[in-house]
């Protein structure tokens, strides 16, 4: 607990003894101790030793409520006893077959009775691969080279998306392919003209990609109007539309973004709630595309059509297994409304606590995901009456309030909650309970915080 003689700061190390062991060893394992960028926190992370449900456990015995949610994987929160009777039961058979299996076919028909512009399916083993399939699938249908993407939207870290994820979105990306900018071309987000015009002067685009709620899962928005526009835009010029639904699908609804705004992609990228929890993706769309992975003997195919696609862990039988018991409770849609109205009772919460404290953030965000803007140049009379959608978009990955936004995390896991930096989702598996105690957390937090002097 913190008292007037300790900063928060101290407290956190205080707090977590093992945690700051176990980082002092990963630190000379890992670039910066870490396995992934967004899991860095000063002054070091928080290690999790188990997971069930809405709540963690760490290597101090500390419980925390999550809103990670498994990176956005697990909206049936974690270890949900059918999915894990189902992987232990794969287990016992086999992790590796290296052959066609049972459950690709299962698993693969759920795809496409839930999304609904699916028509064939082949499987990744991530997000990111499934993108890069997209794209190249896309640049063989169509005989053509660019990508259109949009500044702030993030698809993977393969050389042609990683351009224009974070401000300043025009700076080149260090290790990437020299002239990739080049065949990656950006575009103000929601802005439809700016699309036309680019399409116009560039006969070289083969598709535009996009993450249908917007960059981040909502980070910077997107409405359904302009992906009706879109749909328009990229049908008149001869251009694929990607949806990359990786976090999106099953989760916005069942069907994903394109269920709940009424708009088809050509194709569709997918991973996370896909596989359970465990590592897979997909990409799935119309059939005449896909059907250019298929194998034919005839020679100009093999030359000039035929993608080349391997991967060891394509349908894995234990990742299958996830997955089809996952999309089986998933496609009820019920996880989806409990996951979404929960999301905005803890926005309304944490807003109201915002409000409380006089401060110029919000908690902003659609369907189960919320996000920090910690600072904003609004005047508004609540915080809960900002407008993402009327916000420069530029301001909304600033920089200059990653130490804030740290703080602010070392302070919500002193009080039993998890989030990432920027905010999190909300899973089937809380509640109510669970968002009370979240918006009580976040209060305390920014009352430390105001006492640090960091607010």
């Not at 700051?20 to 060893?25: N, S």
């Not at 439809?192 to 996009?210: N, S, T």
Request: charged share 25%; net charge neutral; hydrophobic share 40%.
């Amino acid at each position: 607990m913190i008292t007037d003689e300790h900063s928060m700061l101290d407290a956190y190390k205080s707090a977590l003894p093992n945690s700051r062991i176990l980082y002092e060893k990963a630190s000379a394992l890992f670039p910066n101790g870490v396995t992934h960028d967004l899991r860095y926190l000063e002054p070091f992370p928080v290690y999790i030793e188990k997971a069930r449900g809405s709540r963690k456990w760490d290597v101090d015995g500390r419980e925390y409520i999550d809103y990670w949610s498994g990176h956005g994987a697990l909206l049936l929160g974690h270890c949900h006893d059918r999915v894990m009777k189902s992987v232990t039961g794969q287990l016992t058979l086999g992790t590796h077959f290296g052959a066609c299996q049972i459950k690709e076919i299962e698993w693969a028909e759920l795809v496409i009775d839930i999304i609904p512009s699916a028509e064939k399916v082949r499987f990744t083993s991530s997000g990111t691969e499934a993108t890069l399939m997209a794209i190249r699938l896309s640049r063989i249908f169509t005989g053509k080279n660019k990508v259109l993407k949009f500044e702030g939207h993030f698809h993977g870290w393969h050389d042609q998306v990683v351009p224009g994820v974070n401000p300043p979105y025009e700076a080149p990306v260090p290790g990437t392919v020299r002239g990739a900018m080049s065949m990656t071309v950006l575009c103000p987000p929601n802005d439809i003209k700016a699309v036309e015009k680019i399409l116009r002067d560039d006969d070289d685009i083969a598709c535009v990609i996009i993450e249908p709620t917007g960059g981040g899962f909502g980070a910077i928005p997107t409405g359904g109007d302009f992906l009706k526009g879109l749909r328009k835009v990229a049908t008149k010029n001869g251009v694929i539309l990607i949806f990359d639904e990786v976090i999106t699908g099953f989760r916005v609804a069942p069907g994903g973004a394109q269920e709940y705004f009424n708009v088809l992609p050509d194709l569709t990228a997918l991973a996370k709630i896909l596989a359970g929890g465990l590592p897979g993706g997909a990409v799935t769309g119309r059939k005449e595309i896909m059907e250019l992975l298929e194998i034919r003997q005839d020679r100009d195919w093999k030359s000039n059509k035929k993608m080349m696609h391997t991967g060891t862990f394509n349908a894995n039988p234990v990742s299958a297994a996830a997955g089809i018991e996952t999309l089986k409770i998933v496609k009820s849609g019920e996880p989806c409304r409990k996951a979404n109205e929960l999301a905005v009772k803890l926005r309304k919460g944490m807003n109201g606590v915002i409000d409380s404290h006089g401060l110029n953030w919000c908690v902003y965000g659609e369907f189960s995901g919320f996000r920090y803007l910690l600072g904003h140049d609004q005047l508004l009379a609540r915080a809960g009456d900002f407008n993402p959608y009327d916000y420069d978009y530029r301001k909304f990955k600033d920089p200059a309030t990653v130490s804030l936004k740290h703080a602010l995390r070392r302070g919500m896991l002193l009080n039993g909650v998890d989030t990432t930096a920027n905010g999190g989702m909300t899973t089937a598996a809380h509640t109510n309970e669970d968002i009370g105690k979240t918006v009580d957390a976040f209060d305390r937090a920014i009352t430390w915080m105001k006492r640090d002097g960091l607010v």
